[in-house]
């Protein structure tokens, strides 16, 4: 083409003129004939009719469409549609007048209403709450005349339960305190003859204020009433002492047989352990016949004892008061405990059987001592790997020992029908007779057994 890019461009070479369009298509799509009708004339009525626009597919814009007509003339058309403006609030009017309910505003209106209906329940809360702290002081602190309602619960205490003998046996167990100068000690006692005021302790609780001017002995009672007591008698080699009140009508407890308990058997501990008055424990008796060796510290005590062994609690305090079975019955008096050093109980209590108390302070209170059986030996506990005895380390001469022939260096095996396994043994099993009783005696020597009769002393 010519024009200012001729020179820099070599001409372009000539096309062909294409040939006419068929008649059929001029006739169809090409502009019309002056006074005919081409195919893009929507089509008319009835003959002798003007042309208009019908039918689902001509419209009244058919004449200046340009995809219909391309040589059609430009014509302006609806304006543009765009969404709806935007309106404030969450109720909208649309285009046709319609209100509307905008989802999106109303939740943040609803967020809004929360959040201002939360600080006002603060609000409220925290004033109400200054105010109740203000007022606080003025609200009443006592109510005069207030009774609380009671409930009487079914209480069923089967006669033998611990309650019940403690019920029945704690009238019948006392305190006693001793004073001696400055110092003091404290312990447990049973009224054994209430019309009389005798009552059973240890020997070890009172024997320091024996024959002590100004020592001070006195026995308070479960009611909290007291009473100066006195010594009666007291027997070291047992730990018994029996001491007396002016106080005639006091409760008396009963007394078991030592025949009667078995091992096994339910036992209750009463007394003043750590001078805390009537306290009660209870356990089984463990088991009996169980040598024991007594010493208490600071008196005169050196006994050996054939005790009642018992898992009942027993501390310091508890010596001298009672052990009581099932039937509330006095079966030992609590006396001594096993421990490793700490003081306190570890579940091994001893008491001294009660025939043994009875006898002893049948005596004490008759003649104000008690008469022991001795055979006049000293002893100690040996074994050989296969048998246990007492080996005889001395002989007192003239004493039941000598005149039955016993040696030192011999080991007791047996006291009558009794085994003899140790010195405590030995104590226990001549301590079971009478003076003047004769009991056999057998015993090891050179390498074999012998028995002989002896006739016991008084000790």
Do not use: C
């Not at 404030?88 to 809004?112: E, I, N, W």
């Not at 005895?389 to 016993?406: C, D, F, H, K, Q």
Request: no cysteine; aromatic share 4%.
């Amino acid at each position: 083409m010519d024009g200012s890019f001729a020179g820099s461009r070599p001409p372009l070479p000539s096309r062909p003129v294409p040939p006419p369009p068929p008649e059929a298509l001029l006739r169809a799509f090409g502009p019309p004939a002056p006074g005919a009708a081409g195919l893009q004339e929507p089509p008319s009525g009835r003959p002798g009719r003007r042309r208009t626009s019908s039918g689902p597919w001509w419209k009244a814009d058919a004449r200046s469409d340009p995809w219909r007509d391309p040589a059609s003339p430009a014509g302006l058309g609806a304006p543009a549609v765009y969404d709806e403006d935007e309106q404030p609030g969450p109720v909208v009017v649309d285009a046709k007048g319609r209100r509307k309910v905008r989802l999106r505003d109303l939740s943040v209106r609803l967020t809004t209403l929360a959040v201002l209906a939360l600080l006002l329940v603060g609000i409220v809360a925290g004033g109400v709450g200054w105010y109740l702290t203000r007022t606080a002081d003025e609200s009443p602190l006592y109510a005069p005349g207030t009774t609380l309602s009671q409930v009487d619960p079914g209480i069923t205490r089967e006669p033998g339960s611990v309650s019940d003998i403690a019920d029945a046996v704690i009238p019948a167990v006392v305190s006693i305190e001793v004073r001696v100068g400055q110092a003091g000690a404290t312990g447990s006692g049973v009224v054994i003859d209430g019309e009389n005021g005798y009552i059973v302790t240890n020997n070890h609780v009172i024997s320091g204020a024996d024959d002590v001017e100004g020592a001070e002995i006195r026995a308070v009672f479960s009611d909290g009433s007291g009473s100066a007591a006195r010594i009666v008698g007291r027997d070291p080699a047992s730990d018994i002492a029996v001491i007396k009140v002016e106080k005639p009508g006091l409760v008396t407890a009963s007394l078991g047989r030592s025949e009667d308990v078995v091992v096994g058997d339910p036992v209750v501990a009463i007394g003043s352990p750590l001078g805390l008055a009537g306290t009660v424990t209870s356990g089984i008796v463990s088991a009996l016949d169980r040598p024991v060796r007594l010493s208490g510290e600071g008196t005169d005590t050196n006994a050996v004892i054939s005790a009642v062994q018992t898992d009942a609690p027993i501390n310091p305090g508890n010596s001298g008061g009672a052990l009581v079975d099932a039937s509330g019955a006095l079966v030992g008096i609590n006396t001594a405990i096993a421990s490793t050093g700490a003081g306190g109980s570890i579940g091994l209590g001893f008491a001294i059987p009660i025939d043994t108390v009875k006898r002893i302070s049948e005596q004490l209170i008759s003649t104000g001592a008690a008469v022991h059986a001795a055979l006049g030996v000293n002893a100690r506990s040996v074994t050989d790997g296969t048998r246990d005895g007492a080996l005889v380390l001395n002989v007192e001469p003239g004493s039941a020992a000598a005149r039955a022939g016993i040696r030192e260096e011999d080991i007791i095996i047996a006291v009558a029908d009794t085994p003899v396994g140790s010195s405590e043994e030995l104590v226990v099993a001549v301590d079971a007779y009478a003076p003047g009783e004769e009991v056999t005696v057998e015993f090891v020597r050179g390498g074999g057994s012998q028995t002989v009769q002896a006739t016991l002393d008084p000790a």
